[in-house]
């Protein structure tokens, strides 16, 4: 039974670039959230996916922008990098709604130069 | 909005001694979550507590959820080399779909 898998694992732009980011879920699950998290802090909720909507939203400007598609996969979208996106980008999944137990990948590591 | 706050930030301990990170969410919590990120990995699920007063002991690890559901601890007992990590407590926020995450605790286990 795989887990949530991301890709890429690393990745290095430059300012004003942009990046997209993959992501799927673990066998079962429904729903996945992309957290940011910076390095020594905890992770940041980006936003929450679910039957192929945005379902709630954190603190995140426009620039961050996000996909479901029909299987469950999800993708996120950073436009015009700034030097303080880079950081480990993480994905969760989970099954149904409220929040339950969160199943998180590896993660994206983003440096941006 | 929500805050979730974790005291101390990094704790350092001999082999053997305990350990203890306590969490403290600016409103009150339908639940709260605990995770445990390895360095260089990523954040695992240990548990979750519901009930006001709950208490849940994982082998080594007690787990507790304070009376008015704002705050918890988490206490390693003895601890040992594989209990370093950062561990995060996190809280629902109200509107029921974002888990907010405390700023973690790194743990380093001197063997």
């Known amino acids: 039974d795989a887990g949530v898998t991301q890709s890429p694992t690393h990745l290095i732009k430059t300012r004003g670039q942009q990046v997209t980011l993959r992501c799927s879920p673990k066998s079962g699950h429904d729903t996945v959230s992309w957290y940011q998290q910076a390095l020594g802090q905890g992770p940041q909720f980006i936003f929450q996916y679910y039957e192929e909507e945005e379902r709630q939203r954190g603190n995140f400007p426009d620039r961050f922008s996000g996909h479901q598609f029909p299987n469950y996969s999800s993708e996120l979208n950073v436009n015009a990098l700034l030097l303080g996106d880079s950081a480990l980008y993480l994905c969760?999944?989970?099954f149904g709604s409220g929040v339950p137990e969160l199943f998180f990948g590896e993660g994206s590591r983003l440096t941006v130069l | 909005g929500q805050q979730v706050m974790q005291i101390p930030q990094y704790q350092h301990v001999q082999e053997g001694e305990d350990f203890t990170t306590y969490c403290n969410s600016s409103?009150?919590?339908?639940?709260i979550q605990w995770y445990k990120q390895r360095p260089g990995g990523h954040p695992v699920f240990l548990i979750q507590l519901v009930k006001s007063g709950e208490v849940k002991k994982q082998k080594r690890l007690t787990f507790q959820f304070g009376e008015a559901k704002k705050n918890s601890s988490l206490h390693i007992t003895a601890t040992q080399t594989t209990d370093v990590g950062t561990y995060f407590c996190a809280g629902p926020s109200n509107a029921g779909n974002m888990l907010t995450f405390g700023g973690g605790t790194r743990l380093m286990v001197k063997p």
């Open positions: 409103t009150t919590l339908s639940n």
């Open positions: 969760a999944s989970s």
